[in-house]
């Protein structure tokens, strides 16, 4: 049964839902970062996990690296299941990645991944997740034969458990695309989009968000390569399928900003140029202004 492509709409809604969540926990979550003493039902590991996710998934890993970091010591401090260890470990080092911490995430990484292979069987596809992070980890600080690695046994694990045209396996080959385009092999990295295009399209359709994202990284694997009429033409795509979910001004559309901005620079008119690649920095800068601001309050 293909699965039913998700509206503007409804992505509108499950984004007032997480805002929503995270102003009804803001206060509970506070205290649980600050005071082990206080109610379990508050301050349980999974309960910090969660919300470090939520506030992961919104862009605020100011406020998600605390909770994050105490869900850990919390697991540790409690003897939690092994179950409960690796998770902490493990999305704590996926926080740690993304904000650019690669000596800290690979050290969190491999410590829940094999803590993971004994919760685990071997070829469980809770596995392959956390290589994906691995791999991307290893990309981070420029070690591309161990993230190539990293990344094949990854695939490896999940084709013994899914089929190679199921959706689920789009993920692991736009991160195949990524890796073969940060060592210039773009004619490589295309197919891998390709690929990965095809499985997404028919899963989720044309118009869906995560079309929209990988269509964007195609825009600026040609923007690379100098094709900048292709390249425009995908990250208009790109940009009126975001516009639809995020809004017009929302920080997430930063990164299709960059694209254009080299687009516009390409066809000779800075002016554009320069008034995208400010609109984009501007929006990080306020997004990390609020993060930080969140963030002495949780403290």
Known sequence: MATKTISGKQWERKNLFCILVCSLFLSSVAIAAGNLNVSENFNSCRSLRSMARIYMACGDYAKAQPLAEQALIMAKDTNASDAELCSSLIDLAYLYKDIGKFEDAESMCSLGLRLQEKVYYKDHPYIAYTLRILSDIYQGQGRYTEAQLTLDRAMDVMLKSHPADEPVLAPFLVDKAKLLAA????AESEIYYQKALNLINNSYGPDHLYTATVLGNVASLYVQQGRYAEAESLI??????????????????????????????????????????????????NNQYLANTAAKKVS
């Open 183 to 186: 060592q210039n092999d773009f």
């Open 236 to 285: 208009i795509r790109t940009l009126a399928i975001q516009e639809k979910v995020y809004g017009p001004n929302h920080r997430f559309l930063a990164p299709t900003w960059v694209t254009m901005s080299k687009i516009y620079k390409a066809k000779g008119d800075d002016a554009k140029a320069q008034e995208l690649l400010q609109k984009a920095a501007t929006a990080m800068e």
